[in-house]
């Protein structure tokens, strides 16, 4: 029971520590960092209690229902291949958080950057401890989404834009062609539970979906390791801060895809399919990678590409997918984590120290940073293969399997050629990397003077480097059991025999090993000229980037391929384009219900009422009246909807539904209210228009006005049907026989939205609080129509009243014309916050809850903005909507994931009475406490759009006083 919290721990700090991490103040950088650093410590202290059980070969789980029917929870599960990524992730992360803290400038918000690296770690764990391959996607994307924050953490350039948002499409794609992937395996395998699925190995290669499943899967992996011909996306990711790069180049990011290579090789692998897709993208990954960093001038370009070919290399052992080339990869992953972390550090000191990453512009540094060159060159040598260094071990490996690998075709013939070739380019850009940088003549015309970093910045290099010499002198010692642990995992009892001795004799992959090094210092000493002054690529291939054919691409897709359709089709216009969309409904619904017997509505008329008939025509009648009137008559319009609204208010008491009514009011006055807020910044409509337009504008209101009442009228009718139906057929039945029993309210709408169906609630509220941001993200950079700058009539009233005033000055009066609603829209604010309290402590067993208390304070606030001027108002009441939307998201979240402690499924609630002392005995639920979150995230999205628009006033003031200004010069 402590491991399986330990896991849940594992998976909960970074988020928890990211939350801490972005509501520090900007400047706290030392604060911020030494959160970070002990997040990842205290997750390396976890894994450490939980290396007994996972050396001993077993594997720690933690079952927490989530969506069970459907198959869909949230398993952790650690075995030995996930203890090494994620040793990878918190240890590297370490060391980053570290470097970090050294990197990053005064300018730089450390706290959103922390923020964002703790959070990428804990979606980097989820992945990796997910037992269930639905809840592994769902990391999977949300490793993706933090990335693409990362990448894009210098937001102000157009290259960190643009890298940003080419990572988020391609890995986001290869998400979606995962997820439908991942389908297809668990209805294979009969579950989504991973244990289940890798159990069912042979089942899923004999399906006749395997080859579908394969591709797609496949396709999920190549993107997010930047394999052929997807690769072209991690170069232009180097516009991340350094410590992004190290992080997701080394331990992270671009290792999810490998990771998954491995992890479903058992299953998926050992098929002619499996070998030579993955094998053949591997190989050809790894040559292209080579060959390209060699040429590239910008030194985070250049180990990039190298990057990108070790990938390469582990997806072919991946394809070969023998046991011994599984271990290989494996240990590849390893020793590529800790050479390339420490050779993108080393980078970062040399730009960060001499102002540029231009190796055209570097040379001889060594003299100014010895140790950071000692550092550098001993990394590169480990990237390299050289000897009694750790990449030397692992790329021995891969030899050997490359030349013991035959199975007759001519692909498994030329794979020792193709290793040779690529590790003899390895070679050479290594070479190139030291000698161009490092050696050679003192530097001229640098943007710095070049020194050494600070002590502590250089201490994660110095680290990571050390590991490099221990691991390739004695690593049978060091990272022998971890290994071991690893691959027994993924291999269990395939598990074959494998030396990690730094001697095998003179044997086929030492030969080769001495070819490579020997062939790439000829390679580099006969093109290092004609390379400094030479294009970034190699001859005759170098004009063709994969960023360009992909920009070419996304704006065929996104701009010029859309457009034709849409001239084609349709219109710009909004109004043709909801007709589309009503029509197309009003079909499929039609064609769905068609001759359904069951829905036929039987005509009830008993207990019939006049004045009900009476109500419902003026509603109609108002309803009518506003789609007719808002073409050019908008504020006669909003009255008339409003009118419509009371009308359903009044419906809703008539049947006996006061939690409804009580809602639909208060949501009436919040909407009428924003919306003539917002009238009141649009532009004026014509009221001239031509004789043909009018006729056709009459034309397309009558048609429209059909297709109103065609829909409005069925789904009139099927709400008729549906509450005539007989008694023991509804849903609701269901819901008030057990409300009570089983949810501990007696108000059966606000237990079904708090317990029921409180899932849907959530996702509800994070709606409204998307809606919210979004309004207020636009409307940031909305600017009023010229018109509307306009002194409205009762503010020339008060200004001619103020000028008729001795000894008072213009503005300082109150709109006296304002003056006695003012007044009492001021003192309402503490009664409606009495009735908003009121509203939500009841609303589990009378008409109220946490919805309709967040719009009721809600229009407390929306009162005091009508009652007085903006900057009059945010001086005296201070309210930030968005940590409240951050507040209310949490509490409900935390509220759902609370039920995991007693062994229940997500969002599970738990009702009984409790005794107060001089009151007695009270109902109380946990959903009262989820009913907070959506109270609080109701008044956080409301005010934020409230202040959006009230804004515009202060915005219209400025304009106002600019064109007065230029009017006096």
């Known amino acids: 029971m402590v491991q399986q919290s330990l896991l849940l721990l594992l998976l909960v700090l970074p988020f928890v520590g990211s939350i801490f991490a972005a509501t520090m103040q900007a400047k706290a950088k030392n604060a911020v960092a ?17 290396w007994p059980m996972i050396s001993a070969g077993q594997v720690v789980r933690d079952y927490n229902a989530w969506l069970p029917r459907q198959g869909i929870n949230l398993t952790l599960r650690m075995d030995g291949l ?20 050294y990197y990053l400038s005064s300018r730089d918000s450390a706290p959103r950057f922390f923020a964002l690296l703790l959070a990428f770690a804990g979606s980097m764990n989820g992945m990796i401890l997910s037992g269930n391959i639905i809840v592994l996607i769902v990391f999977w994307e949300m490793t993706s989404l933090f990335s693409f924050l990362l990448i894009g953490f210098w937001h102000h350039t157009p290259n960190a834009r643009d890298g940003a948002r080419m990572a988020l499409v391609i890995t986001g794609t290869g998400g979606l062609c995962l997820l439908a992937g991942m389908l297809l395996i668990g209805y294979m395998a009969g579950s989504y539970d991973l244990d289940r699925v ?53 331990a992270t990011m671009v290792k999810m895809g490998v990771f998954l290579l491995v992890r479903f090789s058992p299953v998926l692998g050992g098929t002619p399919e499996w070998f030579n897709i993955v094998g053949g993208v591997g190989m050809i990954t790894l040559t292209i990678g080579a060959v390209i960093a060699l040429f590239r001038h910008d030194l985070k370009g250049l180990l990039a590409y190298s990057t990108i070919s070790h990938l390469g290399l582990i997806t072919a052992l991946c394809g070969i997918g023998s046991p011994e080339a599984i271990v290989a990869a494996i240990f590849h992953i390893m020793n590529h984590a800790v050479f390339k972390a420490s050779l993108f550090m080393a980078a970062g000191i040399v730009d960060h120290e001499t102002g540029t990453r231009d190796m055209r512009r570097l040379s001889g540094l060594a003299r100014y940073m010895p140790m950071t060159a000692t550092l550098a060159t001993v990394a590169a040598a480990a990237m390299a293969g050289v000897p009694l260094l750790n990449g030397f071990l692992s790329k ?12 007759g075709s001519p692909f498994d013939d030329s794979m020792p050629y193709i290793a040779v070739l690529a590790s003899t380019f390895s070679v050479a850009y290594s070479l190139r990397l030291i000698h161009t940088v490092f050696f050679g003549p003192a530097p001229v015309d640098l943007p710095k003077v070049p020194h050494e970093p600070v002590h502590w910045m250089r201490r994660p290099v110095e680290l990571l480097v050390l590991l490099c010499l221990v691991v390739g002198i004695v690593p049978a010692q060091t990272v022998g059991p971890w290994l071991d642990a690893a691959a027994r995992s993924v ?26 090094v020997a062939a790439g210092v000829l390679v580099y000493c006969v093109t290092a000229s004609r390379i400094a002054s030479g294009p970034e690529g190699p001859p005759l291939i170098h004009r063709i980037r994969g960023a360009r054919m992909f920009d070419w691409g996304l704006v065929k897709l996104t701009w010029k391929w859309p457009r034709s359709t849409a001239r084609f089709f349709g219109t710009d216009r909004l109004q043709p384009q909801l007709r589309l969309l009503v029509l197309i409904g009003l079909f499929c619904a039609t064609y769905s219900l068609w001759g359904a017997a069951r829905l036929t509505p039987a005509l009830v008329l008993d207990n019939a009422s006049v004045i009900f008939a009476l109500i419902w025509v003026v509603g109609a ?12 008559h908008r504020f006669a319009a909003l009255i008339l909807l409003g009118g419509a609204g009371l009308v359903t208010v009044v419906t809703f008491v008539w049947f006996s539904a006061p939690d409804l009514a009580v809602t639909q009011l208060l949501v009436e006055i919040v909407t009428t209210v924003l919306l003539l807020l917002g009238l009141r910044w649009l532009p004026k409509r014509r009221e001239e228009i031509s004789s043909d337009a009018l006729l056709r504008s009459r034309i397309r209101r009558r048609v429209d006005l059909v297709i109103a009442l065609c829909c409005g009228g069925g789904i009139a009718l099927i709400s008729y049907i549906v509450m005539t139906m007989a008694p023991g057929n509804l849903a609701s039945d269901w819901f008030l026989e057990h409300a009570y029993a089983e949810g501990g309210g007696t108000n059966v709408v606000n237990v079904i939205l708090v317990d029921f169906r409180g899932f849907d609630t959530f996702g509800e509220i994070a709606v409204l609080a998307i809606v919210g941001l979004t309004v207020f993200a636009l409307l940031r950079r909305f600017r009023p129509a010229m018109e509307s700058n306009e002194m409205t009539e009762q503010q020339r009233w008060q200004n001619a009243y103020d000028d008729a005033q001795d000894g008072r000055e213009r503005g300082d009066t109150v709109r006296d014309y304002l003056l006695v609603p003012g007044v009492i829209m001021q003192w309402m ?13 009841r609303g589990h ?51 759902g994931m609370g039920s995991w402690m007693f062994g229940y499924p997500f969002m599970t609630t738990y009702s009984q009475y409790i005794r107060v002392p001089l009151i007695g005995d009270v109902p109380a639920a946990s959903a009262l406490i989820f009913d907070l979150g959506v109270f609080a995230t109701v008044v956080g999205a409301v005010v934020l759009m409230l202040i959006a628009i009230a804004h515009q006033s202060l915005r219209w003031s400025r304009a106002r006083s600019a064109a007065e200004e230029k009017e006096e010069e």
């Open 34 to 50: 030494w959160l970070s650093g002990g997040t990842m410590a205290v997750g390396l202290g976890i894994l450490a209690a939980l």
């Open 82 to 101: 996930a203890w090494i990524f994620a040793l990878m992730v918190l240890g590297i992360g370490l060391m980053v958080v570290i470097y970090a803290r």
């Open 198 to 250: 890798l159990a069912a190995a042979d089942v899923i290669r004999a399906h006749p979906l395997y080859l579908p499943a394969l591709i797609l899967f496949l396709l999920g992996a190549f993107t997010k390791s930047a394999q052929f011909p997807f690769h072209f996306w991690l170069p232009n990711a180097m516009a991340a801060p350094t410590p992004v790069s190290a992080y997701l180049h080394s």
């Open 396 to 407: 021995e490996m891969f030899f050997a399997e490359a030349y013991a690998w035959h199975s």
């Open 491 to 516: 291999l269990g009892d395939a598990m074959p025999y494998y030396s990690l001795a730094l001697w095998h004799g003179i044997n086929a992959p030492l030969i080769m090993s001495c070819i490579a």
């Open 621 to 632: 009648a108002c309803a009518v009246g506003a789609a007719w009137q808002a073409k050019y």
């Open 829 to 841: 604010f503490p009664v409606i916050m009495v009735l908003a309290a009121q509203l939500f402590f």
């Open 845 to 895: 067993d009378l008409p109220g809850g946490g919805f309709a208390a967040g719009v009721a304070l809600a229009i407390a606030f929306l009162l005091q903005y009508l009652a007085a001027d903006v900057t009059w108002i945010e001086d005296r009441l201070r309210i930030l909507p968005v940590r409240w939307i951050g507040f209310g998201l949490l509490v409900a979240v935390g509220t």
